[in-house]
């Protein structure tokens, strides 16, 4: 058969139809129709197929025209290498053709050709790195073999195959893109990349989110204008000049903490990490930001507690130690002034409606408040007054519209804002603790319910104080009427039977005397009688100034001591200075103080001699009894000691031993008096 040779022109026209159908197609999906349609309606074939290699076979996966048996039964063909024309052309790896039917080889749709009526076909490669179709056309005609137009297609064969694997390497591409995309916007933190000049090329969603731009709004724009705060612009810019410019860097990869600026100009702090991808051509930069604003604060909250903690800790430690609660109420109205950041705070006292007392304050160095020992008018609506009406806690924002007099000397020591807690004792409003502050702004929300929690432990040590003062007020009481007892019992003994006792001598005497001189037995009798009753009277006597000395009753403490002195073995000297008697509770305890010290120390001391000092001085009445023996005394050991420890501080006073081994000892008591 005659090599055909095909119109150049139809051969023209089906290239221009394949470029055409190239530059409009997405796709190889979107190209084979469309390529099958425009060659074979060119150069006026009947059907076309293509095949591609898949797992080893070629399968048809487009026709054309799609609806004929032999379409039908190439699109449920598949064909090894060498098998049918598009097996021999994958194969080969070159164009093929066929006149006539073939009627040897292996031809699987051979008689379905023939029964098509196709006589003539040829098919070529699509060809890129490698075979990526084949494409074949048959023909009724009985057409001789075209090398010409063979040409042409194997031509075209490879233009198509570039337009595949471009395609697929575009799909690659965008593929790529569409999962780092994906990836990016899915991330929590913002990802922004910055060019060598400083502009944004891309952000994320999270970007978009965190800085309130649009991406559009911000690429192509500088970023250091759209995200950096004023201030750090200037380093921002410098930074990158030099690192474009020496290649010197301090953050890439290093993540650091900075501050960012939204749309609206408000800032916030943020964790950066930045990365440069290793990409030809000029720098590029990745920006990884995380808005670190939940973390500041929560980390800002456990340090504000460990603050709160710790003052508080103080105040309590204050409360269980300190017995005064004017003592308290200086380290409570510091904590809460440095805790608030306040420049004073006060501890009121409410007397009655309408006035309250200053009992405690503190104040920052240079600002002046109303001082501790003032009275003030609960006249307007301040924050005293609030807390007095709610019984809660309470604040004052401004003080500017406030009316009254109160309010009014409170603008004038330059206070601005006010928080206040109650103070309560035995469930009744007892007063409050105020914090006042001289800035503009006032008190952070909750900055009261903070302070009820100081309030509480005021209210804490003014329980503690009214039960030590209860306390010592009982014990005093218990004292005293232990002293009556006494003081009666030795009435009734001296007014009673040391009376009676002593009558009762004068007649046995009588009874002696009046007896018969021979009586001698009856006489002796008496006497002894006589005899044996003074020495009991005596013991009774003795007995009844151990109960309590009627000479210090009746004559003072001087006397009282003279007489003990005298009947005390060891030398003892004393010297008493007093201008005037000392009220009778405290007379009382200074005798037992020195009749017990006395006692101890002819029992227990082995001393040489003993000294007694009592004197009065600021508000104290001081009594010392010193002796040089053994030494070597305690409170615990016996019940003497004790007691007199008891009955001091009944009256508020301290007893003081003083008593080293060998050195000798000495007791000492002061008195409130
Ligand atoms: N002046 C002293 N010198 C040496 N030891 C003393 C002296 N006073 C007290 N003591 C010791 O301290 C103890 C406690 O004294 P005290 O309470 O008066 O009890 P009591 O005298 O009833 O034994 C005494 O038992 C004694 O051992
Ligand atoms: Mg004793």
Known sequence: MASARSDPAVLLRTEHAVARVLAQAHDQAEAYPALLAAMGGSLAWDFGAVWVPEDGKLRCIETWPDASDFAAESLALEMGPGEGLPGRVWAADAPAWLTG????????????????????????????????????????????????????????GSQIGQFVERRRAEQGVRDADARKSAILNAAFDCVVTMDHEGNIVEVNKAT????????????????????????LRDAHRNALKRYIDTGQERVINHPIELRAMRRDGSEFPVELAISRPDLPGPALFCGYLRDVTERRRAEKAVRRLATEQAALRRVATAVAAEHDPARVFGVVTEEVGRLLSAQTA??????????????????????????????V?????????????????????????????????????GFRAAVAAPVWLGGRLWGAVIVSSVKPEPFPPGAEQRLADFAELVTQALANAQARQEL?????????AGDAERRRLERNLHDGAQQRLVSLALNLRLAARSCSPDDENSRAAFERAGEELAQALEELRELARGIHPAVLSDRGLEPAIEALAARTPVPVSFA???????PEPVEAAAYYV?????????????????????????????????????????????????????????LGGRLELESPLGEGTTVRAEIPS
């Open 346 to 375: 006060n501890m009121v006292r409410y007397d009655g409606a309408g006035a309250a007392a200053v009992v405690g304050g503190w104040n920052a160095e240079g600002v002046r408040s109303v001082p501790v020992g003032d009275y």
């Open 208 to 231: 978009e989110r965190t800085f309130g731009y649009s991406a559009a709004e911000l690429v192509g724009r500088e970023l250091a204008a759209m995200m950096i705060p004023p201030d």
């Open 594 to 650: 020195v009749a017990e010290a006395l006692t101890n120390a002819a029992k227990h001391s082995h001393a040489s001699e003993v000294s007694v000092r009592i004197g009065r001085d600021n508000g104290y009445a001081r009594i010392e009894v010193a002796d040089d023996g053994v030494g070597g005394a305690a409170t615990g050991d016996g019940s003497g000691l004790r007691g007199l420890v008891d009955r001091v501080e009944a």
């Open 472 to 480: 010592a007020a009982s014990r005093a009481r218990i004292v005293e």
């Open 377 to 413: 008018t609960l006249d307007g609506d301040t924050v005293a007054m609030r807390v007095w009406l709610s019984q809660g806690p309470a604040r004052v924002d401004s003080y500017e519209e406030i009316e009254g007099e109160m309010a009014q000397s409170l603008r004038e020591l």
């Open 101 to 156: 039917v073939p009627t040897e080889g292996r031809y699987p749709r051979a008689e379905a050709a023939t029964r098509a009526g196709l006589q003539s076909a040829f098919a070529f490669p699509v060809r890129g790195a490698a075979i990526l179709a084949v494409i074949e056309f048959f023909t009724a005609d009985l057409r001789d073999a075209d090398e010409h137009l063979l040409d042409t297609m194997t031509s075209l």
């Open 576 to 582: 008493i200075e007093l201008e005037q008697r000392l």
